[in-house]
Every structure is written in C-alpha cells, then in structure tokens.
T-cell receptor
C-alpha cells in the first residue's frame, strides 16, 4: 500500500510569486485535504476535494486554490505569495464519508516546507 | 464552530514512566471523531489513537489509551511505559462524523499541540 507522497519537500519563493505543491493520495483513497501548519502551531484546514470537486474550505483567501485529478492526486496553488504564507503544507488523504471502510482517519504526507522571502 | 484546546505546551517524562496529555474541545454536535496524532521532527503526522464519540468505551492501542469524557468534552491521552521514540509533538484533533453543512465538511480541527520530551 503506497502512502501519501508530497513534492517538493522544500522550496523557497519570493513575495508575489506563485507556487504549486503536489500530492499523491494513498492507494484507494478518493478524498484529499490540505492543511497549512505555521511553525509551532497546529495545522489549519485549507480545503478538501472529493472525486475532483472541492467540498469543504477553511478561512483562506481565493488565492489559495486547488485541483484534484481523476487518479485522486491533487495540487495546491498559491498566488501572490505573502511572507505569512511561509509554513509547512500538509496533504492528507482518506476515504469518503460514505465509503464502507470509512473511519474518519486522515493519512498525512511529510509535507512541503515553503519559505517566502 | 468547533474548537480544540491543549493546555500543556510542553510535557516531559522519564523513560518507562507514564504521562498524560490533556485535551478539551467544544462542539454542539453529538457524533464525531477524536484523534491523537503524533508529529516527530520528520514532520509526518502519524495517527496514535482514535475515538468515536458514540462509543462509551475508551480506545486503547498498546501503550496508548484515552480517557474520553463526553459530557465534560475532555479527551486525554495516556502513554504508559514511555519510550525515547515517543518524543514528538502531539496534537489532539476533532472531526465531524457527518456533513454539518456549510463549507467546513471533512476538516480536522487541531489543538495547538503538546511537545513531549522523554528523558532516558
């Protein structure tokens, strides 16, 4: 069983630039969610995708956007980067809530560390 | 909106001893999931234990057990026989068991975390 993988692991951008982070979900999972984790803090929910549709969003501005592909992998895009966007971005996958083996558990990747200068 | 509070920013324990991490939460929902996740310096969140709110029995996983008090909205984690590998940041997290409407469907709400240090 392949776990959740994210790329890149580290990246540095400058203010105003755009970034794309990628995530491959765990085998068999059709739901992907993204979290932002500032240093020393708990992760904050950005949004969730289920079967290629966004079906949940946290308090993040529209410059945070995403995609989910037919193979359930996902991208997080952030436009017009700000210094406060510096954080660890975590991707998590799970089964959908209606799935037979749904347990509510999220399976996380190792994250992408974004630094905005 | 649900909130999760971990009131202990840091805890320490001697190897082989027992430690309890505290977590309280606020919700108006009757059915939900509670989790403890561990995040070592490698960054990956690893599930330690989960509890379904409709189950009265406290969850246990080997050396890890919880004290789930639904009325008090409390969900503490007990680690017995602590090992050096238990050292990490621990997060308590809440997830609705159903679509509560609005746009927050499916999200995990995390506490601020507790850094656990294990002394040899």
């Amino acid at each position: 069983e392949t776990g959740v993988t994210q790329s890149p692991t580290h990246l540095i951008k400058t203010r105003g630039q755009q970034v794309t982070l990628r995530c491959s979900s765990q085998s068999g999972h059709n739901t992907v969610s993204w979290y932002q984790q500032a240093l020393g803090q708990g992760p904050q929910f950005i949004f969730q995708y289920y079967r290629e549709e966004e079906n949940g969003r946290g308090n993040f501005p529209p410059r945070f956007s995403g995609l989910q592909f037919p193979n359930y992998s996902s991208e997080l895009n952030v436009n017009a980067l700000e210094l406060d966007d510096s954080a660890l971005y975590l991707c998590a996958s799970s089964l959908g809530a209606g799935e037979l083996r749904y347990t509510g558990e999220l399976f996380f990747g190792e994250g992408s560390r974004l630094t905005v200068l | 909106a649900q909130t999760v509070t971990q009131s202990q920013p840091e805890m320490s324990v001697q190897e082989a001893e027992t430690v309890t991490l505290s977590c309280t939460y606020d919700t108006s929902e009757s059915d939900y999931y509670l989790f403890w996740y561990k995040q070592p310096p490698s960054r990956q969140m690893i599930l330690v234990i989960r509890q379904e709110a409709y189950k009265q029995q406290n969850a246990t996983e080997n050396r890890f057990s919880v004290n789930f008090q639904k009325a008090a909205k409390s969900f503490s984690l007990k680690i017995s026989d602590s090992q050096l590998g238990d050292a990490a940041m621990y997060f308590c997290a809440y997830r609705s068991a159903f679509n509560a409407g609005g746009t927050s469907y499916g999200k995990l709400t995390f506490g601020q975390g507790t850094i656990l240090t294990v002394h040899p």
